[in-house]
Every structure is written in structure tokens, then in C-alpha cells.
């Protein structure tokens, strides 16, 4: 006998002719996050996988690691035993006198189709066997389907057997970097860190850009909340990117050119357009906000519809509909409630208007920020952004600073006689941003 995790994946069988291409994912997922432990083997075998280790092995480090890898509904340490019913049946009942619980259950998984036995079958004479060796020690232990104390779980596949009392909720969603890029805005508080996971649950790889202003004399700089957000969710998706764009310059000049009332919508639009523009340089597919429906003023359903006028990514909202308590649910279970807590200088709600506009339409902010230079704001915001790589490795996430080549391509390119005419076009004109931009996006150069 020799104890093994069992993983049991989530939602991966449902895809049909992808099975394949998101068990590999998978795999390769697990066997990343456990570098540098002592594990012997990643097996798949009968729709689950069988991780072999080292017997003397911290098994809680494991799952420490694995509790982080999506795609993984459940993990479970395991006695691993031939398939022969007696070994199996003492497996189970030392493991439940062990445990040794007033009441119990068996429930049995099979996979054999020749074992001679189905999974009701292996329930009642395991059930039979483990209810006696408990009463030898208190005569008053039941059988209790509906709630019982203690579960023993047997998993029977060709040739061998998994018995187990535990079993431990894996991140669930689909594998990392299985669906493609995506920009997300964070801005260091609850939401858009929450945003940003929701998507990487579902298989999509974030690329995170954050404004910052200067801090203020009580308060620290949202910068470092930004990176130790990305250092969190980083084991997530192995690696991460952040784009750190200061917004000062460009927040001084909303609040001077332009009317009081629109000054957030006007910072958001242009946050979310110099993110665009970091999504082509990223090839990223869509942008990712914490925005949840009427939240606040800049929320309401107009006013999110005005913010994306013209947009032409798609802007993901995974928190549209959720309230703050399940966000702040979420941010405790991902780690990175703590850091979105500490009081830091966010610049989203600098010179806050007395009186915002609750129910904006797009030809107001047009008209609101006339007197902008928004293409150059854009320009020199790519222009002064400074970027961080994060990487996930034996259990630590380690940051260095990165080149980003195709974001300066795209700011020379953006600078040039080219750049300053599609300027021109584009002024007043949200309409035309599309077509333009995806000119600039089948020109940018692979990196
Ligand atoms: P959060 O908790 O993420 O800050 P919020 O509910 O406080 O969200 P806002 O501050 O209005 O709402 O911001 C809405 C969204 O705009 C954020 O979730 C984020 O995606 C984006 N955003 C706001 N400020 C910044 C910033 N400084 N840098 C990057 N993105 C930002
Ligand atoms: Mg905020």
C-alpha cells in the first residue's frame, strides 16, 4: 500500500474534441506547481490524476501548492491498494478506525467494468466490514447516509483502488492559459483583483496595468498594492505582466480642460483606452474591469454604456452582477483582501466632482473632452509606463523589471507622421477609433 493524491479535474470532461488540449494544460499545470518537490509521477488514468510522491513527503505543502492550479475540482490523500477486495476492505477499516467517527458512509466510484461488483455493491460490503470494526470498539456507531460524520470514499479503477476520508476543494475553472490574453485594470482595491481572477478561472491568461498617482503625506503609493496583488494571483497563471502608468499629468489636464462633472468618466475612458492600446501590444483579446453594476456613480448602466462607446475589445465585467460581500468573499478566499485593506493613494477618485454625472451619453464626453489632447495623453502615458514580470517558480514568485518591445514599437509608431494623422482622424470622432486602431493592431510587430 502507498499513499497517492488523487485529483479529480472540473468540467474539463465536458469538452468534447478539447479534452485533450485542456488535460494536457492541466498536467503540465500540476507538474509546474509542484517544482522543485519531490514527486514521483503525474499519471492520468481513468479520468482523474494519480500523483505519486515520496512517502515521507509534507503532504500539506502539496496541497498548499495545488489548491492554486484551476481546472482541479477536488484533491484527495489517498491509500492506493491492489484491487483485491480483502486488501481493499482492510485499507477502509483502518483508515475508519483511524478516524473513528459515530457515524459513517461509504461511497464508492467505479471504473472497473470487470471488477465483478458494482459501486452499490462495493458500498454495502465495505460498509458491512468497517461497521463492525468500529462497534468491536463503541457499540453505539451507525451507518448514516444522509449526514454522516465521517465518509470513507473508494475509487476503484482497472487494477487498483483509492480509499480516503478527506477530501480537499481544488480552485475549480478551467486551466491556466487556455482561453487566451486578457488586459485587466487593477486598481489595488477589492474588486478588480477579484475581476481579474474570475477571468483567469476561466482559462484566460491577465496581463494587469495599473495608474498611480503620486501619494499623498498619509498614504502609501498604490503602486506597491498593485504589485504585491499581481505577486498574488500570480501562482494562478505561473506568470504575470504589469504595466505601471503614472496618471498625475494626465488627471491634471482632465481637471483643468474639461467639464467638473464627467472628470471620473473621463479619467476611466482614458485609463480603459491606454489599456487598450497595451492589449494590442499584448495581443490580448478584451479588456477586464472590476466595475459591478451601480456600484457607484460611474457605474450606473449608462454610464458603463458610455465608457464603452466606441470601444473596440470587449470589456469584461465578471463582477457586474455580484454584490460586496460575495467580492469580499472572494478577495479573503484569493489572498488578496489584506492588501487591498491598506491605505493607499487611489487615483480614481481624485478631485471627485461634487455633483457627477449619473446618466452620461456618449456624445457628452465627446464634447467633454474636446479641448483634450487624448491621443497624446495616450502617447506619453505608453510612453512613461514601466513594466514588471512576476514568475512563479519552486513555490515563490520572483519580480524583474521588463523591456517591453512591442509596447515601444507601438509608442514610435504612434509618435510618427503616420500616428499623428490617425490623431487627426480620430478627434471627436469616437466612431472612427475602430477601424484605425485595427490597422495598428495587424501591423504590431510578434515579439
Ligand atoms: P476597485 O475595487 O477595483 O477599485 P471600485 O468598485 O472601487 O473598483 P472604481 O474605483 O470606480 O470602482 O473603478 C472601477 C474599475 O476601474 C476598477 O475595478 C478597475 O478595473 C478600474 N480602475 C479604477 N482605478 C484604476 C487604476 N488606478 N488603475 C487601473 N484600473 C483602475
Ligand atoms: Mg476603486
Do not use: H, K, T
Given at each position: 500500500m502507498s499513499r497517492v493524491l488523487v485529483l479529480h479535474y472540473h468540467e474539463i470532461w465536458l469538452k468534447g474534441g478539447n479534452r485533450r488540449f485542456f488535460l494536457s494544460r492541466l498536467v503540465a499545470a500540476v507538474k509546474r506547481a509542484l517544482a522543485g518537490l519531490p514527486v514521483k509521477s503525474v499519471v492520468h488514468v481513468s479520468e482523474r490524476l494519480i500523483l505519486s510522491v515520496?512517502?515521507?513527503?509534507?503532504h500539506n505543502l502539496l496541497l498548499e501548492r495545488l489548491r492554486r492550479v484551476f481546472g482541479i475540482a477536488y484533491i484527495a490523500v489517498a491509500e492506493e491498494t491492489p484491487l483485491e477486495l480483502p486488501v481493499l476492505t482492510k485499507a477502509a477499516c483502518d483508515i475508519m478506525v483511524k478516524k473513528n467517527p459515530r457515524s459513517f458512509a461509504v461511497r464508492a466510484k467505479m471504473a472497473a467494468p470487470n471488477f465483478g461488483m458494482n459501486s452499490m455493491q462495493v458500498e454495502r460490503e465495505l460498509g458491512r466490514e468497517i461497521l463492525q470494526a468500529l462497534r468491536a470498539r463503541s457499540s453505539d456507531v451507525r451507518v448514516n447516509l444522509?449526514?454522516?460524520?465521517?465518509t470513507c470514499w473508494v475509487e476503484i479503477i482497472p487494477e487498483r483502488a483509492y480509499v480516503y476520508t478527506e477530501r480537499v476543494a481544488g480552485a475549480g475553472g478551467l486551466p491556466a492559459a487556455t482561453a487566451g490574453r486578457l488586459v485587466t485594470l487593477l486598481s489595488g482595491g477589492f474588486d478588480s483583483a477579484v475581476a481579474a481572477y474570475k477571468m483567469m478561472r476561466r482559462g484566460a491568461h491577465s496581463v494587469f496595468v495599473h495608474f498611480y498617482g503620486s501619494p499623498g503625506p498619509s498614504k502609501s503609493s498604490s503602486l506597491q498594492v498593485a504589485e504585491e496583488i499581481v505577486s498574488t494571483l500570480t501562482p494562478y497563471q505561473f506568470t504575470s505582466r504589469l504595466y505601471e502608468i503614472p496618471f498625475d499629468g494626465a488627471q491634471r489636464q482632465i481637471v483643468a480642460g474639461a467639464p467638473e462633472r464627467y472628470r471620473v468618466l473621463l479619467y476611466r475612458r482614458l485609463m480603459a483606452r491606454i489599456a487598450r492600446q497595451v492589449a494590442l501590444a499584448e495581443r490580448a483579446l478584451g479588456l477586464v474591469t472590476g466595475d459591478s453594476v451601480s456600484?457607484?456613480?460611474?457605474?450606473t448602466l449608462h454610464n458603463l454604456a458610455t465608457l464603452d462607446y466606441g470601444m473596440d475589445l470587449p470589456v469584461y465585467r465578471p463582477l457586474a452582477g455580484d454584490d460586496k460581500e460575495d467580492v469580499v468573499r472572494w478577495a479573503r478566499q484569493i489572498g488578496t483582501y489584506s492588501i487591498s485593506c491598506q491605505p493607499f493613494e487611489d487615483?480614481?477618485?481624485?478631485?471627485?466632482?461634487?455633483s457627477p454625472a449619473i446618466f452620461a451619453k456618449p456624445e457628452e464626453l465627446v464634447h467633454a473632452e474636446a479641448r483634450l489632447d487624448i491621443e497624446g495623453l495616450i502617447t506619453s502615458s505608453l510612453e512613461e509606463a514601466k513594466v514588471v514580470d512576476f514568475k512563479y517558480s519552486g513555490g515563490e514568485v520572483r519580480r524583474q523589471p521588463a523591456i517591453p518591445r512591442r509596447l515601444q514599437k507601438l509608442v514610435l509608431r504612434r509618435k510618427t507622421a503616420d500616428g499623428q494623422i490617425a490623431s487627426q482622424t480620430h478627434e471627436g470622432n469616437l466612431e472612427q477609433e475602430g477601424p484605425r486602431d485595427r490597422v495598428e493592431h495587424a501591423k504590431a510587430d510578434p515579439r
Open positions: 515520496e512517502n515521507n513527503m509534507d444522509e449526514a454522516p460524520e465521517a456600484q457607484v456613480a460611474s457605474q487615483c480614481c477618485p481624485r478631485f471627485l466632482p461634487r
